[in-house]
């Protein structure tokens, strides 16, 4: 079982749409989480940070963890055809070395 | 754009020889963390520096190091190069120890292996 599970999609809605991006976890040790957004070809973008549980949110995003059900959450509302993108969770025990998901590819249809 | 740069973007090499990437990391930053992200994978963490020695590593051989700089620019040298070493090479500065809250990634560098 990897550390980490991310659903890669990829996901495909219409512009407009609520998205729902999720990823579950093994380690019940992981306090920080963090959504990343990569771009092809460019290097990932913070979007997101949270530390132990709650809700964050950011403009059009919102950040969920659930450390009971080791499970969290990344939503986009009203979703625009320049959030198609590949979504990246990341999470860490010590504040330094991330452990990734492998990404969920996002696109939005106008 | 983040202010992290890296060099080169692209490089091809042969199973066995050696290679060394660079980095450069934000203005004001003093800690680099390099990840190594396989294709339609997520990154993985290799090792990070603080101001100039190593604060953690990942799951990888030793001959992958890496040396950071007084002005915090930083190397990741892989020796004996494997078919399986082809991947993106990301570093990430950030102001403090740690710092995964704060981690700006660079483009960085497409490396093949053939």
């Known amino acids: 079982q990897k550390e980490v599970e991310q659903d890669p999609g990829p996901l495909s809605v219409p512009e407009g749409a609520i998205v729902s991006l999720n990823c579950t976890y093994s380690n019940s040790a992981f306090q920080y989480f963090m959504w990343y957004r990569q771009y092809s070809r460019k290097g990932p973008e913070l979007l997101m940070y949270t530390y132990s549980s709650g809700n964050k949110e950011d403009g059009r995003f919102t950040a969920q963890v659930d450390k009971s059900s080791k499970y969290i959450s990344l939503f986009i509302r009203d979703s625009q055809p320049s959030d198609s993108a590949t979504y990246l969770c990341a999470m860490s025990v010590r504040n330094n070395d991330m452990r990734f998901g492998a990404g969920t590819r996002l696109t939005v249809k106008p | 754009e983040t202010g992290v740069t890296q060099s080169p973007t692209h490089l091809i090499k042969t199973r066995g020889q050696q290679v060394t990437l660079r980095c450069s990391s934000q203005?004001?930053?003093?800690?680099v963390s390099w990840y190594q992200q396989a294709l339609g994978q997520g990154p993985q963490f290799i090792f990070q520096y603080y101001r100039e020695e190593e604060n953690g590593r990942g799951n990888f051989p030793p001959r992958f190091s890496g040396l950071q700089f007084p002005n915090y620019s930083s190397e990741l040298n892989v020796n004996a190069l494997e078919l399986d070493d082809s991947a993106l090479y990301l570093c990430?500065?950030?102001?403090?120890?740690?710092?995964?809250?704060?981690?700006?990634f660079g483009p960085g560098t497409r490396l093949t292996v053939l």
């Open positions: 203005s004001g930053h003093n800690t």
């Open positions: 990430a500065s950030s102001s403090e120890r740690g710092g995964t809250d704060t981690q700006y």
